[in-house]
């Protein structure tokens, strides 16, 4: 058996260090050398095919000639080396897409609790066309499930949010080319989105309504975004963290503020916008409680344990614990009244992309009221937040706050579900 080949390795021509081919283009951003042609060259010993040799002469034809995207404008002055290392390059492009809506990063309120009004949430996936957006923009059936289906497609084979992106102006250029001779295709011009924002805000209606909460990448302490800055001198500038890991202690060394940046000030045309380094999100547990109570059958399935068939001096499930026991009357009563669910606390890190070093965490609750063949499926769990990437595991306990004090007023008061 002929010993497999080794991949070839691609040398830096700054720093001189060898790395494959999906490492240098993560070390090239860094380095901002973006000419990877130049280097690929010098180290990769293949022939060009035949046909990249030839010469078209239709000037609809894309040519190597054409200009390319120039990535370093998004490294504004404001940004030093030291700021880089807490930033993916592919978030600060999502942040620069010329496109997209200004309001967004624009206005505070959308920014830390973003909200579509209830005439732009409203998407009919019926035959007819519907009117949206004061009447200005058609939102057709065709359009809206093929946006579905781009997402799947993202989440299936993991593409990022730059490349659906690029994907989205190319369809859109392509269906504005052939609108011309075409009522169908100038029906889906008109409601296609340009960028990922514009596509997130259409498939609105499906998604996950999460609070974003800026995160403290010294000190992994959460704030609210509107509490992030503030006036100096006529201009918005940036606060600091003021967390005090021991605010009370006696020795003074150890009462000190930690004093990190909160958020940083990038340009983008004549004026410098105010982003955060790391953005944890959040989903109520009250809302998707919610959800779940409205499902049919829910509440019956999640009743069932009180009719298991029990066996002496055998654990089955936790129902048979001594911790559940405690809370079924041997000293409270909370199981012992319909309606009252346990749930069971799990944290778990993962890599959502391949051959990158970028760890997301994710907290989420299961339903211990449910059978045990159920309650570990995905559907039937919640998810409370995503903890960013912060180049290592952080502690969880800051990001756990906003489900502790929900926790609380749910077992001191409870949560009111509406049924409608």
């Given at each position: 058996m002929e010993p497999q080949a080794k991949r070839s390795r691609i040398i830096c021509s700054v720093c001189s260090e060898e790395f494959s081919d999906g490492h240098f283009r993560r070390h090239a951003l860094e380095c901002k050398k973006l000419d990877f042609d130049t280097t690929l060259n010098q180290n990769n010993d293949f022939q060009e095919n035949d046909i990249c040799n030839n010469t078209f002469d239709d000037p609809n034809c894309i040519s190597d000639d054409e200009e390319k995207i120039?990535?370093?404008?998004?490294?504004?002055?404001?940004?030093?080396?030291?700021?880089?290392?807490?930033?993916?390059?592919?978030?600060?492009?999502?942040?620069?897409?010329?496109?997209s809506d200004d309001s967004f990063i624009d206005s505070v309120d959308n920014f830390s609790d973003y909200e579509l009004s209830e005439e732009e949430s409203e998407i009919n996936t019926d035959d007819s066309i519907v009117n949206n957006l004061n009447g200005d923009t058609l939102i057709t059936k065709e359009t809206y499930w093929f946006c579905r289906m781009l997402v799947l497609w993202q989440c299936v084979y993991y593409i990022s949010d730059s490349a659906v992106g690029f994907l989205l102006k190319i369809l859109f250029a392509f269906f504005k080319l052939f609108s011309v001779t075409s009522e169908q295709l100038k029906r889906v011009c008109i409601t296609f989105p340009k960028n990922m924002y514009m596509m997130s805000k259409m498939l609105s209606k499906d998604t996950e309504n999460f609070t974003k909460f800026v995160?403290?990448?010294?000190?992994?302490?959460?704030?609210?975004?509107?509490?992030?800055?503030?006036?100096?001198?006529?201009?918005v500038v940036t606060k600091h963290c003021s967390h005090e890991d021991f605010p009370n202690h006696r020795m003074l060394h150890r009462r000190t503020v930690c004093n990190q940046a909160l958020l940083m000030g990038v340009e983008r045309g004549p004026s410098i916008k105010l982003i955060p380094y790391k953005i944890f999100c959040y989903k109520s547990l009250k809302a998707s409680l919610q959800k779940f109570v409205l499902r049919p059958d829910f509440e019956e399935v999640c009743e069932r344990w009180r009719f298991r068939e029990q066996r002496d001096n055998i654990l089955q499930d936790v129902y048979d614990g001594r911790i559940w026991d405690d809370f079924n009357g041997n000293k409270f009563n909370f199981f012992c009244e319909e309606g009252n669910y346990g749930l069971m606390l799990n944290v778990d890190w993962w890599q959502p992309y391949k051959y990158t070093n970028y760890s997301i965490g994710a907290i989420y609750l299961i339903f211990l009221n449910l059978p045990r063949e159920e309650r570990f499926k995905g559907e039937n769990m919640i998810l409370v937040g995503v903890i960013p990437d912060m180049k290592s595991e952080p502690p969880t306990n800051t990001f756990l706050l906003p489900l502790v004090k929900e926790l609380k007023t749910a077992w001191s008061t409870g949560f009111f579900v509406v049924f409608v």
């Open positions: 120039d990535y370093n404008k998004f490294f504004s002055s404001h940004i030093n080396c030291a700021e880089l290392q807490n930033l993916d390059e592919e978030d600060i492009r999502c942040f620069f897409d010329n496109d995160v403290c990448v010294k000190c992994f302490t959460l704030y609210d975004y509107r509490e992030c800055s503030h006036i100096l001198e006529g201009l």
